[in-house]
């Protein structure tokens, strides 16, 4: 980095102090009702777009208005989060953020901090209890509408093989298992779609590069890669790319959209890809957090739900202004 | 000796599950396929050779995967921070040498079991440099246009993929390291009998040293052909611990004791040409990688009995226990 | 004979003043080194300090209700730990528990929400589960003798494997089941007295563990397996089966541990269990600090844990991210290995360097003995006849009984029996199996023996030996567990049958008594053993190396020689707790044993002779502390133990006659003395003979056993 831009980089955040200091005081005024609340965030793991995106967005907004908020990072480890969910139970916050890496893992908690009187926002991945509000991508429609986009390129009437490979995560996460569902049930009325990978790639993108590799070996006439999520599916990007069958093979993605994955479709390295904007959904989870603190509550046994906003992006349409970036 | 004809015996099962996967899975046999499995086992190949000198020093490196990723995201963070090759280069190289000198001195000068002192810094290198060199990030994503990236991922010396002639290349220097030089000898006499070797004044803490950077020169060179294929260095290769294992796997494998003082550079080849055809044929087979670790867990176990069997343990030798 | 003044004059003498406590930084720093527990202190201390911290800069995180939450999360992985603890303690390793628990939560979400099973029915199949895994990890190790670690790597890999493809078919039926029911709930859920019922149900595991390790067959032969495989298999251990059951005990705990993970989560994701090894192995190497098979230290490795469970916990509650974490756990772990390991190479060598404790002594001038100076006639010893030479090794004390049969002792430990008159036949008395020192007739006329090492015994007629004590009571002013009597040196008996005894040095052994001497500290006490109560009380603590003990002629007072002081001093036994006062200071020589002579007077044994320069380096320890350092045990300055003799004293103390031994033999470094019938018997703790000297002058009818207990 340049001197001048770090004086540059200095000048801003200076200024946006300021700003900040300034949106502070006067939103001070317009709710006091907020100050002092305390939310925490129980995130499956920090350091990954997605919860770093929503964290920001809430952090800030906690910031303007005098709400006390903490993160508690469970780094992927499915047993401290449990236990760090129940710490925060004992800690009495008003608002729980949670982050439920299974269907089952968090429910008896949820249920017993609503009981306990903490309202528990469920973000991006749900649980089976349900509690007072969730803010989300809804899976099952992304999986439907990939599914369907896949029937549509590569089923009938197309010319390919109708031959798909599904790189998921873990089988048995929750994002997962919705959107596997959702497409299965697409596939059905396809006979010609023929799944013929279904391996869990844990995530990680060399993984799901040897596994797209060695599919690509058998079925040279490939016709869709569905990833999961973006940042492994890089890897089976690449895996396409290496092999010279960039323009044969459709790959698709999901993710939060952040540039840095974002940049892969321009590369080429992913063709489509759904993003439901974990910057927005930021901005969601931090505006339901407000009107929960100012008592907003759903009806007896339902949730207070916002659906994150879909956006396809493809090499067509793809231009910077789709994805967002992490101030650094 | 009986060493030896563990990794004939490993070989011959590898030739026949070849010729098995060949006859009867659709797309084995193809000369694609298998450039692609040399491709894809070029990393492993290279770490078990590191890996496979410390073990037979009668060490152990739990820490590999930690440095073969805090090298490469150092080397990640550089090149996108816009510096060059070159000196993306150096400082991972640095770094890499770093970390195996303090494996090392953990394990030559203050004398902790190489489990527990590698354990311990695999945990301080993943945390450290996640925390200190991207502030928490799990993931580095690398420019893929960049052509010294791109050079890796797909170039090729006279036909042969680079990463596969960097592979056999380091294959070569072990297997000389092993056998034609003082250190080779050294770690083989260290291995066997650590107490004789010092006491005979061999540089038992030097060549210990040695042994532990040159597995994380390994772990960086490694670190770099997989960074470039898939385009990112991902620290969840370090939390979920299954390419070490399949490091150890290799090695162990092929014949080279925990024990210390057995094994050679042919274990490795071995050893490596079992499992990358087992994971080939497993994986044209649609099986999923779950179910590939329950066949490879029991391939390990077979092997490890049958080792056990031709090699039984001296029972008036074994003081404390063996692990 | 005896006069009557004596024994006021004794009584009037100057008060000696002892001291209440050493004080010294080396003895504290010698002494906590020496101590067993300093290792398990080092996680304790750490703990503690956690503790504090945590409590320093959180609001409530010691709260009633997190306390309830944690020890919740404790529990389970603490059951987990503890069956690494086993086979560690064989000296194994169990990659496996990871896979073991996850394959167990599964086995017990499976049984109760799909095949609906009852609580009661399903806690006995998953620790059933656990034990299966346990049982082929067993079989690996134990029977099949591979190594512990690839064994269960490959264990590891395969019950992972497993656990994934039966989760991938079950787990969202399982995720969708509603069932619940009281007792599951209780076991995942409820309290009980106030804390989670898992964590009663761990600490009961523990307690069982502990008594296992410390009570049972079974647990010894773990830790002597671990200790020592080889050795245990020579001493008949079942190796191979002891093995087996370990592995099959820990795999049974895992599955405990996972039947209570699932009651409490009701819920299993693809990586659980995953890096449950390296938490649970991090634990237990900050608790043991380092790998060490061979021992079953419950508490010390609970301890650890329970440090980097807290640890984690704190750090992550109070906002740290997992990066942050997960480096300062691997930085503690390096750090306390790197501490642990210097330690445990630098522990002897520095508790050798701290352990010789000089202090500044200032010893009484040498009196003047005029003509009986040594040189200035002949040297009377010279004249003494000598008996069953080369036929007894190291007699440091003698004795005659009534009929005049001669008692010694020996080096290889026994007590032998010379028939008079002629002594000429050596026969063994006894077996001790110490080092016989000083010795007594009681009452009954049964030898009571000092037993350097064991303490004070009694022998009968027929030579059968009889423990009396081998402990007195603890000093509350020491670090060091004092309990133990050391080096039990000589002793007499009162007229109410009292027995008083010197435990010369509490720090030093019978072979390394001369470093005692050079170390110049009040290390040794007078003891005293009452046969009417079998009680052993500490008479006086802080003496410098209290060697003769000897009653009064009038049976009032107790003569108690100080080799390192050169002098003697008296108590009075109506009032002994007013300690000891000045007899006789200033003696040329380093005195040994005294005894009766039958002028009233006694007869006191000189083992070696001062030196101007020793006197004058006992003045300097700086210069002793650097003696040590520098030069090799065989040249440092020592007492001059190749000349000596025995000296006469009256009642009241004054020097009557000399005896010295000629530089040439034949006998030397004379330990003790007894005159019998007008002639004295000599003995020399390094001497292979007993000396015989006829007295002149001397009452040839007495005899000590008379003199103390007349008939």
Known sequence: MTLLKKTSALLGATVMTALVALGAGSAAHADDRLKGKRVIFVPIAMGISLTEGWSRRMAEQAELFGIEYEVRDAAFDMKAMSELFASAINDKPDI????????????????????????????????????????????????????????????????????????????????????????????????????????????????????????????????????????????????????????????????????????????????????????GQGRDAATMMRVILQGAAPKEGEMLRVDSPLIVITEENYSPSLCWDMPS | MSGRSIESLVLALALAAAVIFAVFVNGFASWQNVSNLAQNSASLTILSCGMAVVIITRGLDLSQIAVMVAASTAFGILLTGGYGVPAALAVALVAAVMLGVVNGWLVAYFEIPSLLATLATAMLITGGSRWAILQGEFLVLLPKDNPFIAEISSGRILGVPLSVAVAVAILAVTGILLSQTIVGRTVYAMGDNIGAARLSGLPVRAVTLVAYVFAALTALIAGLIVASSSGAVDFRTVTNGTLLFEVIMVVVLGGVSLRGGRGSVLSIIAGVFLIAVLRNGMTLMNLSTQAQGLVLGMTLITAIVIDNYRNPRDPETETQGDL | MSSTDAPTSISTRARLKTPLAVVSFRRVVSDLLNRNWIEGAIPFIAFFILVAVVLTTTDDYFSLSNLNTL???????????????????????????????????????????????????????????????????????????????????????????????????????????????????????????????????????????????????????????????????????????????????????????????????????????????????????????????????????????????????????????????????????????????????????????????????????????????????????????????????????????????????????????????????????????????????????????????????????????????????????????????????????????????????????????????????????????????????????????????????????????????????????????????????????????????????????????????????????????????????????????????????????????????APEGPLYMITSMREHRGALFLAGVLNDKIGRLALTGADPAWTAPNSYWPR
């Open chain 1, 96 to 279: 729980i953020v949670a982050h439920n890496p299974t269907v089952q893992l968090l429910a008896r908690q949820i249920k017993k901090a609503e009981e306990s009187g903490i309202k528990v926002m469920q973000i991006n991945l749900s649980s089976v209890q349900n509690s007072t509000a969730f803010v989300g991508a809804d899976w099952n429609r992304i999986g439907r509408e990939i599914a369907e986009d896949i029937v549509k390129q590569c089923g009938e009437g197309s010319g390919k093989s109708g031959k798909v490979a599904i790189v998921p995560g873990q089988l048995t996460a929750a994002d997962s298992v919705l959107m596997n569902d959702a497409a299965f049930e697409v596939f059905k009325g396809h006979p010609e779609i023929e799944v013929v990978s279904n391996q869990a790639s844990d995530w990680e993108p060399e993984k799901a590069r040897q596994i797209t590799s060695t599919v690509l070996q058998q079925h040279p006439d490939l016709c869709a890669v569905f990833g999961h999520w973006g940042v492994h599916t890089i890897g089976a990007g690449n895996a396409v790319k290496d092999a010279g069958k960039q323009d044969d093979v459709l790959v698709y993605a999901t993710g939060g959209g952040n540039r840095l994955i974002c940049d892969n479709i321009e590369q080429g390295v992913i063709d489509r890809y759904w993003s439901y904007n974990a910057d």
């Open chain 3, 71 to 661: 020890t919740r999360y404790f529990s389970d992985v603490a059951l987990v730990l503890l069956a690494m603890l086993l086979v560690v303690a064989i000296g194994g390793i169990d990659l496996s528990v990871g896979s073991n628990y996850a394959l167990c939560v599964l086995a017990s979400l499976y049984l109760f929400h799909i095949v609906e099973l009852p609580t009661f029915l399903v806690l006995p199949l998953a620790i059933l589960c656990g034990a299966a895994v346990g049982l082929i990890n067993g079989i690996l190790t134990g029977v099949l003798g591979c190594g512990a670690l690839l064994a269960t790597l490959g264990t590891m890999i395969t019950f992972r494997g497993l656990f994934v493809i039966c989760s991938q078919a079950s787990l969202v039926e399982i995720s969708t089941s509603f069932r619940a029911d009281p007792v599951w709930d209780f076991f995942g859920f409820d309290d009980f007295f106030g804390m989670p019922f898992s964590f009663w149900i761990f600490a009961a595991v523990a307690v069982v563990l502990y008594l296992m390790f410390r009570h049972s067959r079974f647990g010894w032969h773990i830790l002597a397996v671990g200790g020592n495989r080889k050795a245990a298999r020579h001493a008949g251990v079942p190796i191979n089966r002891v093995i087996l059951l370990t592995y099959v005990a820990a795999g049974a705990l895992v599955g405990f541990a996972g039947f209570l993970y699932a009651a409490r989560e009701n819920s299993a994701g693809s990586d659980t269990g995953v890096g449950l090894e390296f938490f649970v192995l991090t634990g237990l190497v900050v608790g043991l600090g380092g790998f060490v098979p061979g021992r079953g230290s419950v508490f010390n490795a609970l301890i650890g844990f329970a440090t980097i469970f807290l640890l984690n916990n704190a750090l992550r509650n109070a906002g740290f991210r997992g990066d942050f974490v997960q480096a300062s756990m691997g930085f503690i772990l390096v750090a306390v290995l790197a501490i642990d390991m210097k330690y445990r190479k630098e522990r002897h060598r520095l508790l050798a360097r701290a352990y010789l404790d000089p202090a500044p002594l200032a010893l009484a001038p040498v009196m003047e003995l005029g003509d009986l100076a040594p040189g200035k006639g002949a040297n009377k010893l010279a004249e003494a006849t000598l008996i069953a030479a080369g036929k007894i090794d190291g007699p440091e004390d003698v004795i005659l009984d009534r009929e005049g049969h001669l008692y010694c002792g020996t080096r290889d430990g026994r007590i032998m029996r010379l028939r008079a008159p002629d002594y000429t036949e050596v026969e063994t008395f006894a077996k001790t199996g110490g080092r016989p020192l000083g010795m007594a007739f009681d009452a009954e006329d049964r030898l009571v023996v000092c037993i350097a090492g064991m303490g004070l015994y009694r022998l009968s007629g027929a030579g059968e030996i009889e423990r009396l004590t081998s402990q007195t009571a603890r000093s509350w002013t020491s670090l060091e567990d004092d309990r133990a009597i050391r080096m039990a040196d000589d002793l007499d008996i009162a007229p109410d049958g009292r027995i008083f005894f010197s435990d010369a040095t509490k720090r030093y052994e019978m072979e390394t008594w001369a470093v005692d001497l050079l170390e110049g500290r009040p290390n040794g006490r007078l003891l005293c053993y009452d046969p009417k109560t079998g009680a052993t009380t500490t008479v006086c603590d802080h003496l410098h190396f209290p060697n003769g003990v000897c009653v009064s002629h009038d049976g009032r007072h107790l003569l108690v020689v100080s080799t390192t002081l050169c002098s003697v001093m008296s108590f009075d036994l109506d009032r002994i707790e007013d300690g000891p006062r000045e007899f006789i200071t200033g003696l040329p020589g380093y005195p040994d044993n005294i005894n009766r002579a039958s002028d009233g007077g006694y007869w006191i044994a000189l083992a070696g002779m001062r030196s101007p320069a020793l006197d004058l380096a006992m003045q300097d320890p700086a210069l002793r502390v650097r003696m040590a350092k520098r030069v090799p045990p065989t040249n440092w300055l020592f007492a001059n133990l190749n000349v000596g003799g025995v000296l006469k004293c009256s009642a009241n103390g004054t020097i009557e006659d000399a005896y010295w031994d």
